[in-house]
């Protein structure tokens, strides 16, 4: 996460800690993806995350994950 913001020119993320903008740190990423629901896909269904949080969205763009494409 830290060398993908780099590459934004960023060193903190908006909203990480309380609310305010941190340095991202294993904990942090941790704690914000902790409540992220992930349901299963079958058949042809492919496995979906439900309303997940802008802050969410951001992390796993950071890490070069689409949440629409988990298979």
């Known amino acids: ?8 020119g960023q060193a903190k993320m908006d909203g990480l800690y309380a609310g305010r903008p941190a340095v991202p740190t294993g904990k942090l990423i941790l704690d914000a993806l902790a409540g992220i ?7 042809q269904s492919p496995p979906i995350i439900p309303h997940p949080t ?3 969205l951001d992390l796993l763009d ?3 994950i689409d ?3 988990l298979r």
């Open 37 to 43: 629901r992930l349901i299963p896909g079958t058949g």
């Open 1 to 8: 996460v830290r060398h993908a913001l780099a590459a934004r």
């Open 62 to 64: 950071l890490l070069d």
């Open 67 to 69: 949440p629409r494409d």
């Open 54 to 56: 802008d802050l969410q």
